[in-house]
């Protein structure tokens, strides 16, 4: 008997089993027919067959949601029985092609039909694309993969009243009018792309132009497009952009290629933006920001993200990948570019924390669950969900550690030969790294594990003082990730300093190594290759603290030996501000650890003293600025503190925090009313230092609302009522959401009443409700769910309330009664069918469900099975879910 064994599960593709494409195109002439009921594609494509591939290999292209209407190969209309149709190809046999041939085909879409946002859909109105990674396969046949790159020319046909405003990628050579009221565009992209970098726009948009002179003198026009109501939105963007401009070329000497450069904002897209050549496609996010809508973090990520998309320009469109599995090629490269542009646009040391509260916050969280991938992921089912932290955050530290180990000047010129070397090319990881050894001489094998790799290593220090010999030696011992046995040994720098306390608290030693003449530099970069390796320090009197991973030099996990006492010196007085930041929310979270263990044995909660004098002397701090103080005096969140326990102890690391937040501002009540006091604001502005005054000034808020007196909830509502900006509104709204009742009740209908007919703003009313540590939030969660102005078809609108409940409040998505969970469950089911990719970035906030106790893991079992068990599951929450599910 033969066993057939017929499986619907979708099967992965693997890294290992990558071919070159048997094709290549090397035009592409598009024409657009765009109408309100159906859309027609022309498509003119110019293929040859590669070098070395047989005669008989057939052509097969991709394509999906497309009705084929014609097809011609040279010119010969080709007939049913010419070519096979599945659902996601179109295969024409090899014998009757050519080296080189023709083919044209016309296919129908219905873009207003399109609510997966991939290929070409419909915002407000308007038409607009999104095909990366593989979008492009729904707009017509393709060989739609990233190492087939082609030129473009692109015809876009439309009614001119509806949709006066027609654009595509490189530069406009005909536009006129046809008949019947419809107008057409034609665009021509001199640079040869691959389709995932293919972009079109027609609507009725206003445009903010401007103007960049490149280094070398060529005059760039620059245009941002966005509905008319927005158009006094855009002036942060265009500066955001000419700053990118201009620092890309002092940074890394790369110009700009075009003679133009638009930005689009949508307001419907799964991610937060996309670097299609010359015509960057953004979720309205970031790009639109005015004082009232915006707060001092949307004006930083908007400046962030305009430059990772032009930053694209270079690392990704120009030198693109091979295949998706070297994603991390382009972006973690170019999220380390953009990172490196924003630590020079602000406090570097404020920019290094928030990277690291994040990596530490999502990627290390990523790394102990079932979506754990290297950066360059071996298997993919759905390419869509590999648009991870891993892929991005921590593929941006893998190239900083490079970065760190060569040093800035070998660093740049690797990205020369880089460049230089693979200018018009798809290509891979190793290319990346052959470039950066060969232009530094060093070896990297070693370092390229980290490419393989995964999970978050372990790094244990251990320090020991010699008073005769008046030596220190440092012991650093590398171990595998949690759950991981078969690690590689991994090339890691670890920067150091020591610091001998002193009579005003610490002075950095200079350093000097057992093998060296003489003492160097206070901080110094340690390789860690083997499993284990001494280093001795000399000239040390007495026995130093020892300031270890400063500036986050390597993403790894450290344990260190050290006591409380140790930690609050180092908080104290470490110069390196970002180890500073660290030993303080190590301190804190020890404390806040211990208090959790108080609350579930039953007994009686006390902050730490030794803490609560930290923070004072950290608040009292007249050198430190109000963005690092903030920061230090934020508490680390349940999400974090969860990591490090066996079982997350969900409700009573809740009662901990919510305790020491309160116990804090009632031991800090004078210094902080006094700070609030000191610090009301003047004139409105975005400068550095009026970010700080603000940052600094609503943390004191925080922390007086909590202690839930009438005299602080009222500092509260006199602060929302007078904000004539939205980070002071925002932050004054977040206290009163957190602190209920009336005051609350009253300030969400007034925010409401204000904002309703502004999306990105009442997305925020959203995410605080959602955010929220009050008793009720997840009632009010649940009616939100079902509220007008809910919506789950916009991917913001679904992020705010359940993108921000499930991933950013513990407590409440999981609380014991399985609500939170059944709503998440639900709406991933809802969601699904019209939309995969979100659908399975909301699902995933169930990965990490293995660390919780057996009664919620049982629960959030359930809802994981009830997922699986849907018939017609979408690629997408199939892996996620299959993944989640799969035994350890
Ligand atoms: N390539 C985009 C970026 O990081 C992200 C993106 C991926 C956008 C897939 C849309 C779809 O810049
Ligand atoms: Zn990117």
Not at 321 to 329: A, K, P, Y
Not at 777 to 789: G, N
Not at 859 to 872: D, F, N, S, T
Request: proline share 6%.
């Amino acid at each position: 008997m033969i066993e057939a064994t017929v499986s619907a599960a979708p099967q992965p593709i693997l890294r290992a089993d990558y071919r070159g494409p048997s094709f290549f195109i090397d035009r592409v002439d598009l024409r657009f027919e765009l109408g309100e009921d159906l859309s027609r594609v022309h498509a003119t494509l110019s293929l040859r067959r590669a070098d070395g591939v047989p005669d008989d290999a057939p052509l097969v292209l991709d394509g999906e949601a497309l009705k084929l209407l014609h097809l011609a190969l040279d010119g010969r209309t080709l007939g049913a029985d010419d070519y096979a149709l599945t659902a996601t190809t179109l295969t024409i046999p090899g014998r009757g092609l050519a080296a080189a041939f023709e083919l044209r085909s016309v296919v129908e879409i219905r873009p207003q039909d399109n609510t997966e946002l991939s290929g070409l859909y419909r915002s407000s109105g308007n038409f607009c694309t999104q095909c990366e990674a593989e979008g492009f396969r729904r707009i017509t046949y393709f060989l739609d993969r990233p190492d087939v790159m082609a030129r473009y020319s692109v015809t876009l046909e439309a009614e001119r009243a509806r949709y006066p405003v027609l654009l595509a990628n490189g530069n406009r050579v005909a536009a006129g009018e046809l008949a019947d009221g419809r107008h057409f565009a034609r665009w021509d992209d001199p640079f040869p792309k691959p389709s995932y970098l293919f972009a079109l726009v027609a609507g009725d948009l206003r445009c903010l132009p401007g103007e960049f002179t490149t280094r070398s003198g060529r005059a760039v026009r620059l245009e941002i497009w966005v509905e008319p109501e927005n158009i006094d939105r855009c002036e942060h963007a265009l500066r955001s952009l000419i700053k990118s401009m201009r620092w890309d070329e002092q940074a890394f000497g790369r110009e700009y290629d075009l003679d133009i450069y638009m930005i689009v904002a949508v307001n419907d897209f799964n991610m937060g933006a996309m670097e299609n050549k010359g015509l960057n496609i953004f979720n309205a996010k970031y790009v639109l920001a005015r004082p009232d809508t915006a707060t001092d973090d949307d004006y930083q990520a908007i400046e962030q993200v305009i430059a990772h998309e032009y930053f694209h320009n270079w690392s990704g469109n120009r030198v693109t990948c091979r295949d998706w599995f070297q994603l991390t090629l382009k972006e973690g490269l170019t999220v380390l570019r953009d990172r490196l542009f924003s630590r020079d646009m602000r406090s570097a040391a404020v920019a290094r924390i928030s990277e690291v509260l994040g990596l530490r916050t999502a990627q290390f969280a990523e790394d102990r669950g079932p979506m754990a991938h290297p950066i360059r992921p071996e298997s993919y089912i759905e390419m869509n969900n590999f648009y991870t932290t891993t892929v991005y955050e921590k593929g941006a530290e893998v190239i900083g550690m490079l970065r760190l180990l060569l040093g800035p000047d070998g660093f740049r010129r690797g990205m020369d030969l880089y460049f230089d070397r693979h200018d018009g090319q798809a290509v891979t990881c190793d290319d990346f790294l052959a470039a950066m050894a060969d232009a530094s001489g060093r070896d990297l094998a070693q370092f390229s594990r980290w490419y393989s790799q995964v999970g978050t290593p372990i790094v244990r220090a251990r320090g020991e003082h010699d008073p005769d010999a008046r030596t220190f030696t440092l012991t650093l011992e590398q171990a595998p990730p949690h759950g991981r046995h078969d690690a590689a040994l991994l090339h890691i720098p670890i920067a150091v300093g020591l610091l001998a306390p002193a009579a005003d608290g610490a002075r950095a030693l200079p350093l000097q190594l057992a093998d060296e003449p003489a003492p160097g530099a206070t901080t110094r970069v340690l390789e860690l290759r083997a499993a284990n390796q001494r280093f001795t320090f000399v000239g040390v009197d007495a026995p130093p603290a020892a300031s270890l991973l400063r500036g986050f030099s390597a993403p790894v996990e450290l344990e260190v030996p050290r006591s409380d006492d140790e930690l609050a010196l180092l908080m104290a007085s470490d110069p390196d501000p970002f180890s500073r930041w660290d030993a303080g929310q190590e301190l804190g979270r020890r404390a806040l650890l211990r208090l959790a263990d108080d609350a579930a044995a039953g007994r009686p909660l006390a902050l730490d003293p030794r803490f609560v004098a930290a923070c004072a002397r950290v608040l009292a701090d007249p050198h430190l600025d109000g963005s690092l103080k903030a920061l230090a005096l934020t508490l680390p969140g349940e999400r974090i503190l969860g990591q490090h326990q066996e079982v997350v102890a969900v409700d009573e690391l809740h009662t901990a925090r919510q305790f020491a937040v309160r116990a804090l501002a009632e031991a800090l009540r004078e210094p902080l009313q006094a700070l609030y006091a000191a610090t009301a604001p003047g004139p409105y502005s975005i400068e550095p230092a009026e970010v700080d005054r603000r940052r600094l000034r609503n943390l004191a808020l925080g922390y007086l609302v909590a202690l839930g007196e009438p005299q602080t909830v009222a500092l509260a509502q006199a602060q929302f009522a007078a904000a004539d900006n939205m980070s002071d509104a925002q932050e004054a709204l977040a206290c009163l959401i957190d602190h209920g009742g009336p005051a609350r009740d009253a300030a969400l209908a007034a925010f409401h009443g204000r904002w309703c007919g502004d999306p990105l703003v009442l997305d925020k009313w959203f995410a605080l409700q959602a955010m929220s540590s009050h008793a009720d939030t997840l009632a009010r969660v649940l009616e939100l769910a079902t509220h007008p102005d809910f919506n789950l078809g916009n991917p913001n609108r679904a992020r705010a309330l359940l993108g921000t409940f499930g991933a950013r409040n513990q407590f409440h998505f999981h609380s014991r009664c399985g609500r939170g969970y059944a709503l998440l469950a639900d709406k991933v089911i809802e969601l699904d069918p019209h939309n995969a990719s979100m659908a399975a970035r909301l699902v995933a906030a169930f990965n990490p469900w293995r660390r919780f106790d057996a009664a919620r893991q049982q629960a959030m079992r359930a809802q994981l099975e009830r997922i699986a068990g849907q018939p017609g599951l979408s690629r997408a929450v199939h892996e996620i879910v299959a993944r989640a599910l799969a035994p350890v």
